[in-house]
């Protein structure tokens, strides 16, 4: 046996209860103590033997068999008393005469329990001190809404201690106060001081040696009117519908509250805050003593005293005035409990202020607040839920329409959406929490009575998409499912506002009707927020700050308030931001449907759609200065996005106003000839064309035909020849030197081989270039230069002016420009017969743009790495090239000038045994070359043509040979190249 255990079983008078017991049980120290538990458990009595709990029957049995293990100290009626309860199992009555002849006892010191001597406690007195709250009156101590087991000693102890925290308190006052009427020794003092550190830490007790101790944590006693609702742990609901998807969020914000008293969950209206707030306070309410507690501040008008609606939620009576707020952080003092402040946007300033207040001035208060903007609080942590991810929006819209989903799993992907965001673990509480949930979701959906398939899933994954994956949208959906059916459902979409809500309007409100919802958000905007907000429905998709300010700023809103109301919108949670850098933000598709709505009535539609397609072409006007002189990534960057604005810009003002739609066309080729999205240029300007000449400002005419050269180059070379030629005169009025150079470059550079028209061009070019001119203007007339002498078979010329255009791309960090002009190195070498280093360079560049996106700029490199490598007999490695090329391109290989490599292809084709479709590309390729006005080959061209027309006339016979090159006559560019690269007619039908 230990010193510390011999000293406190050795009182040097009379023994204690405890000691005798001790002394009958091996020398084995036991103390018991009596525990009733409140949550949940009603007021059972368990008792505590040696830290094991013990259920109420056992209780009743152990606390009788305690005392009769007293022996000399219970005598007469008493022992026949404890011998009746001891035999008398569980049940209520028992529990109430084992309470009362426990407090019988320990009133004459018969049985140890934890009765304080001294002035009696109120029974309703608590004492809240760090994580831990102390209910003298009921013998229980709780550390965040845990009982925790102590001997009826160290209570006693702890009790005293805490009466008189802060106050050094002599070993003999401790020793009269714990054993009054006993003699011990000193030793069992410490032995409970040592207890009581264990439990509440080394440091919550103090010994001042030679005098006593002194409890050191900061204590508060709390009567029963300063409690919270009579001592219940929170008012969450038993039951919530089960949680779907938002396991990542559950655990972030389960980790972050831990961390922060203070976080808001933000959202647009219906994304799921209430229902993930819910989630969080139901997993965290065991973290605090006083448990959690949910006050909805929905129905409260704005103005109202927020600190009165939680007061009123808690039980707590404040004062009708003073400092209310103040009051009610002072009787929360003592209390750890999770507040939940839900539907807070209403009343955003009055939460703020009483939120930052009760996490300033409490020990123990962790607020969470539901709200579709920020409190703007220092310290306050932020989480923004975004739209569920396609597969849970799937999921919840099923289990919601009361069906089965088989083969639902991974709609998205088959639908080319993507994967949805893995929660990954979510570890401990969320992790529990989530599988709970899930557990109840399957259990619903097994239930159902409808099945889907997987053509089922993708529809709904459709449905869930346009429903921007809100789950409030999503739920209202459900309800329709069972009238409309999902394909019916889908169609009425744009119908929205009005399908999803009640059938009686009257009934409507923000939680069962879409269009109520977002009416809700819209009232609680400012006059200038709401104009900002239906104007920006305009916009078809994303937009960046600078493009919405552009087209929606006027007279009476400024460009700066404009930016100004779309930040108010963001922090509304009413305009999304998109994960990208630049920032691009959008209208939800139903936000969008409800602004249009909106114009609509202000009477600003028509007004509306000049203005943007005003800002659109004003935005796309810096994209051409900047373009010249900007880094290209950086540009690249910025205005690459605008793209899925400027095609619905483009149909919007050839209707609505067409000279802003010849402008737009002018000032956005440099923006769509790096996106390679010529096709969509080209098919647009036949319609624009008509109207060039009706446009009053000579520069917007003069760039336009600009942009109809670059969108035509090497496609359509007599097309971009002819806007060449209009462009050089209409810059020639205009003294504009830059832009006459370029157009007389592209003029020349259009012609593609030597002769008198391209040299004329290229001198009239050279007369007006500038050395300090950006390396994007001047390297394509480098380019040009270089071509001209190639065809020419001028090779060293040729070579020298390829090297000064990626030397002029160097000095300004000019990518694109250097790696053009190292394709067109490679393609000279192999011109030069150096075929050995055209393969060398060839595959140098293969692996430089081994992981470039597609560009036409790629199509060519591998093209021609194709061709060297059949002039040097490799044609398996020329095959492998092919097919990368193929796989590589994607669809961009039927717009990126791929066609004038059919002759080299065909020669492929013949070397590999298919003869005949080796003739068939050859009658392509004449028909190509025809169709887009190009009369002559380049030079390696040429050659893989002659070789091509060689080794068919060897292999064939006249007639079936020119049968096959008629057949190839009447393929067009996509049939011959799917030919070519070995792709099925699928591909070609649907390109």
Known sequence: MSAAKTAATSATDAPTPADRLTDRRSHRTTDHTIDRRHAGEGDATSVSTGGIQAGPGAGVKAAASIAMAQGSDVTGDDAGRWRRLAGAGAGPAAGVEVQTALGEAAQGEHVDVAAAPGTPVPATRQYRFGEFKLLPGERLLFRRGTAVALTARAFRLLVELVEHAGRLLSKDELMRRVWPGVVVEENNLAV?????????????????????????????????????????????????????????????????????????????????????????????????????????????????????????????????????????????????????????????????????????????????VTSQQPLGLEGEHLVRLGPLPVDDAVALLAQR??????????????????????????????????????????????????????????????????????????????????????????????????????????????????????????????????????????????????????ALADDLLPAGRVIDAILALVDRSLIAVEPVVPRRLRLMETMRLFALEQMAVAGETAAMRV????????????????????????????????????????????????????????????????AEAQDRARAIAPRLVPLVEAHGDPQVRARFWEAMSRGHALDHPSVARDASRRAAALYRALGDARGEYLAEVELAFNWRVDGPQAREALERAKALEDPD?????????????????????????????????????????????????????????????????????????????????????????????????????????????????????????????????????????????????????????????????????????????????????????????????????RMDDVRALCLAFGLSAKVARAV
């Open 773 to 969: 001119w950006p390396a994007l203007v001047l390297e394509r007339g480098w380019t040009t230069v270089a071509m001209v002498h190639t065809t020419a078979g001028e090779h060293e010329a040729a070579r020298h002016a390829f090297e000064a255009a990626v030397e002029v791309c160097r000095r300004d960090g000019h990518e694109v420009g250097i790696l053009r002009g190292l394709v067109n190195l490679a393609d000279l070498a192999r011109v030069e017969g150096q075929l050995a280093q055209a393969v060398a360079q060839g595959e140098a560049l293969r692996t430089r743009l081994a992981s470039a996106p597609a560009t036409g700029l790629l199509g060519t490199a591998l093209t021609n790495l194709v061709g060297a490598l059949l002039a040097m007999d490799q044609t398996e490695r020329a095959q492998a090239v092919s097919e990368e090329c193929a796989r590589r391109m994607g669809p961009l290989l039927f717009d990126a000038c791929v066609w004038t490599s059919l002759d080299t292809l065909g020669l492929l084709h013949l070397k590999r045994g298919q003869v005949e479709n080796a003739a068939r590309l050859a009658g392509a390729a004449d028909r190509a070359f025809r169709a887009h006005g190009q009369d002559a080959r380049q030079p390696n061209e040429a050659v893989d043509q002659q070789l091509l027309d060689a080794g068919l006339k060897a292999a064939l016979g006249d007639e079936r040979r020119q049968q096959l090159r008629e057949e190839g006559e």
């Open 401 to 550: 329409a009361g069906v089965q989903r088989t083969g639902a799993e991974g709609a998205a992907e088959s639908m080319g959406m993507g994967p949805t965001d893995d929660a990954g673990e979510s570890g401990g509480e969320a992790e529990s929490a989530a599988n709970q949930h899930g557990a109840v979701e399957r259990r619903h959906v097994d239930e159902g009575l409808t099945v889907w398939d997987a053509t089922h899933a993708r529809t709904a994954a459709r449905i869930c998409q346009r429903l921007d994956g809100n789950p409030l949208a999503i739920q209202l959906a459900a309800a329709r499912v069972h009238a409309l059916g999902l394909d019916g459902l889908e169609a009425r979409l744009p119908q929205r506002l009005t399908l999803l809500a009640p059938g009686e309007p009257a009934r409507a409100t923000r939680r069962n009707a879409l269009a109520a919802a977002l009416s809700w958000s819209c009232e609680l905007l400012s006059d200038r927020e709401r104009a900002v907000l239906r104007r920006l429905g305009v916009f078809p998709a994303s937009f960046s700050l600078q493009g919405a300010a552009l």
């Open 192 to 368: 409970q001081i040592a207890t009581l550190r264990k439990v509440l830490g080394p440091q919550a007790i103090v010994t001042i040696a030679g005098c006593g101790y002194r409890f050191a944590m900061e204590a508060t006693a709390v009567d029963a009117e300063d409690a919270p609702a009579s001592g219940r742990a929170g008012n969450l609901p038993v039951r919530l519908p089960p949680l779907i998807g938002r396991t990542q969020e559950l655990a972030n914000v389960m980790r972050l509250q831990a961390e922060a008293p203070l976080l808001t969950l933000c959202g647009e209206a219906g994304v799921g805050k209430t229902r993930l707030a819910q989630a969080v306070a139901m997993s965290l309410r065991g973290r605090h003593a006083d448990g959690a507690w949910w006050v909805d501040l929905a129905a409260l008008p704005a103005g109202t005293d927020v600190a009165a609606a939680i007061a009123r939620t808690l039980g707590i009576n404040l004062p009708a005035g003073g400092d209310r707020v103040g009051t009610l952080a002072a009787r929360l003092s003592t209390v750890s409990m999770l507040l939940v402040l839900d539907n807070a946007e209403h009343l955003i300033d009055e939460t703020g202020r009483v939120a930052q207040r009760l996490v300033q001035s409490t020990p123990a208060i962790a607020v969470l």
């Open 611 to 674: 203005r943007w397609c005003a800002g659109v072409r004003w935005l796309f006007d810096e994209a051409y200065e900047e373009h010249w002189r900007a880094p290209q990534a950086t540009w690249r960057a910025r205005y690459e996005p605008e793209l899925t604005t400027l095609w619905p810009a483009l149909e919007t003002a050839i209707q609505a106003c067409p000279d802003e739609a010849v402008a737009l066309f002018a000032s956005s080729w440099p923006v769509w000839m790096m």
